[in-house]
């Protein structure tokens, strides 16, 4: 039979043609003493008894045995020889499970380096998982489709593909080179059945053809029958042996894990004995943690060395732990207290909320816990300690004065947004064709804009007086009567990213306010991008706000904060309009207040409802 060809993708003919790196050259030894600390350490064992010698070998692995015959020619000669045998079968059966028995065509070695040796028997190369064990081959990747080929494949290379008869009888006289159970339900089979497409060892496949006309042309036919015979029998057993072997490699498998498991549990039990020595208990342990579990969980024993080296590691862990846990419990109890704190506010903004209409544009209830007097009373105490309502109450006259420097800042940064899309504005009218016009047309918007400013500016004044906020009022500086009258403007409007409803859009500066408060009450301003933007019809918004004030029978000169004071005042249930009797049709609920957003949608033709009456809508019983 031919040896095995090596695979041109073999790993080990790529690294021979020199893609990896070159070795130091090797120094010549040649009559010079050895040297180094395990040189002559086993001189002494040639010196033992045979017999000796023999029943130390016998409680050896069959893969140490193998290695141990490598060792030098005496130890070849000796471990090789067929009396030694007797030394194979006693290392096969010591091993748990013990392995079948070996075929008569296998020799001992051959057997041991066939299961337990995981190189390639063509290239050489490592971790080759490729096994047939009824063809007695183990190959890589490569070489196993380099010399494992269909059956038909091999017919036509031995020039009997026109020979059916024969093809039948080739295939049935070896085993298929295959890494499965058999045909039965228990993996066996009774009755060889292989065909063309079922794969063979090629060296094996042409040494038998070439065997069988061989016979055929010299010795006749009872000799061919007999050849015949004895063919189909080898490769029955040979497949049942491969069976055998597949059946004990599932058993080691299950051996090995068992183990395993019980080394990994008898090596916890000892760390956590001396861990509790130490003085950790149980519930010290971290639950999940894939270091700790790590250095714990290994099918390995524990030894005074490995002791000493884990011992740090796992005391540090553990302390970390420790310390995760302690912080995990303050910040526990810092957020009962601050929840505590926060359902008082809660209570705060709702009460009288009808007479007091200031609280409605107050911060949502994360932005009022991080004011400074709310932060103040957190801190003041340990989080153990429950915050008591007297305490909250004593600190309501600073809330309202934190509340505006808080309310002041939102306002300079939705002005920014206005101003920011001013200037995308300005700078986008300068690339139109009708320049020139548009700039008559901003300088008379300009004159009516600064005329609005000043009538807006005092309308504001009077607008947040009624809503309580008189004081705020009182000491606004000229930047921030600026502000506010550049919100009041009829393009002033918001509308929120993730609200998408008509009632959360066309936002007015205290609609913003409001919506903020109630919608999203749990979201930091600022902690994430700016959930507000200007309304992007900018140009048609000072037309539906005229439609809206003239449904509403208001000057134009109204201004937003006018607008929405009125309209924030109304009973939704009590609001009808001319374009339809009863209340009023574009309400999804009785519930949902009214807002400037709903009567846009409305009046301006977006619901359909009312789609075709937007100029001959007029809101009544406001």
Request: with cysteine; glycine share 4%.
């Amino acid at each position: 039979m031919d040896k095995p060809k090596i695979s041109e993708n073999s790993r080990m003919r790529y690294w021979s043609s020199g893609h990896r790196k070159a070795s130091p050259q090797a120094v010549n030894t040649k009559g010079k003493k050895p040297t180094g600390r395990n040189v002559g350490k086993l001189v002494s064992i040639m010196k033992l008894p045979v017999d000796v010698f023999l029943e130390i070998a016998s409680h050896l692995h069959p893969l140490d045995l193998l290695q141990l015959s490598r060792a030098s020619n005496e130890l070849r000669d000796m471990l090789m020889s067929r009396q030694t045998r007797s030394l194979w079968v006693a290392a096969r059966k010591a091993y748990d499970p013990p392995l079948p028995d070996c075929p008569d065509d296998l020799s001992e070695p051959k057997y041991a380096s066939l299961v337990f040796e995981l190189s390639c028997m063509a290239c050489g190369a490592g971790r080759a998982v490729k096994v047939g064990y009824a063809a007695y081959v183990r190959f890589c990747g490569p070489c196993w489709k380099t010399n494992v080929k269909a059956g038909h494949a091999l017919a036509k290379e031995a020039r009997i593909k026109n020979d059916p008869e024969l093809m039948e009888v080739i295939y049935n006289m070896l085993p298929a080179a295959t890494q499965k159970f058999g045909y039965n339900a228990d993996g066996s089979i009774s009755v060889l059945a292989q065909n063309s497409r079922c794969k063979f060892y090629e060296a094996e496949f042409i040494a038998v053809v070439k065997q069988y006309d061989d016979i055929f042309n010299a010795e006749g036919a009872e000799a061919l029958e007999a050849f015949e015979e004895d063919r189909r029998a080898i490769a029955f057993s040979r497949v049942n042996f491969q069976h055998a072997v597949l059946t004990w490699n599932e058993k080691r498998a299950q051996v090995k894990i068992e183990s395993e498991d019980r080394a990994e549990a008898h090596r916890k039990a000892a760390i956590l004995e001396k861990l509790k020595e130490l003085g950790y208990e149980e519930t010290d342990y971290p639950r999940y943690n894939s270091e700790f579990e790590g250095i714990v969980s290994q099918p390995r024993p524990l030894t005074p060395r490995i002791w000493n080296t884990i011992r740090p590691k796992l005391v540090e862990i553990l302390e970390a732990e420790h310390a995760r846990r302690k912080h995990n419990a303050f910040v526990r109890k810092w957020e009962e207290r601050r929840t505590k704190l926060g359902s008082f506010y809660k209570v705060y903004l709702q009460n009288d909320r009808k007479q007091n209409q200031w609280k409605r544009i107050m911060p949502n209830v994360e932005d009022a816990l991080a004011l400074p007097c709310m932060h103040e009373l957190l801190t003041s105490a340990d989080p153990e300690e429950v915050v008591t309502e007297e305490q909250f109450i004593a600190i309501e006259a600073r809330l309202k004065k934190d509340a505006e420097a808080h309310r002041a800042m939102m306002r300079r940064e939705l002005v920014a947004i206005l101003k920011a899309q001013d200037v995308s504005g300005a700078k986008s009218s300068k690339k139109s064709s009708t320049r020139s016009k548009r700039k008559r047309t901003a300088t008379t918007r300009k004159r009516k804009g600064k005329k609005r400013a000043e009538t807006s500016s005092d309308e504001e004044s009077e607008s947040d007086a009624s809503m309580g906020e008189s004081d705020e009022e009182a000491q606004v500086d000229d930047d921030a009567a600026a502000e506010l009258a550049l919100l009041d403007r009829h393009t002033s409007l918001f509308r929120c990213r993730h609200c998408f409803w008509d009632e959360h859009r066309f936002l007015t500066y205290h609609a913003v306010l409001e919506h903020w408060q109630t919608h999203h009450a749990r979201e930091a301003w600022g902690s994430s991008k700016q959930p507000f933007i200007m309304e992007s019809d900018a140009d048609a918004l000072p037309g539906h706000v005229r439609t809206v004030l003239d449904a509403l029978g208001f000057s134009h000169n109204t201004g937003l904060t006018e607008l929405h004071r009125t309209i924030s005042g109304c009973d939704p249930g009590a609001t009808s309009c001319q374009c339809r009797p009863g209340p009023i049709c574009f309400m999804p609920r009785r519930d949902v207040p009214l807002t400037l957003g709903l009567l846009i949608g409305h009046i301006s033709g977006r619901n359909s409802s009312c789609w075709g009456f937007s100029r001959k809508c007029r809101i009544g019983s406001l």
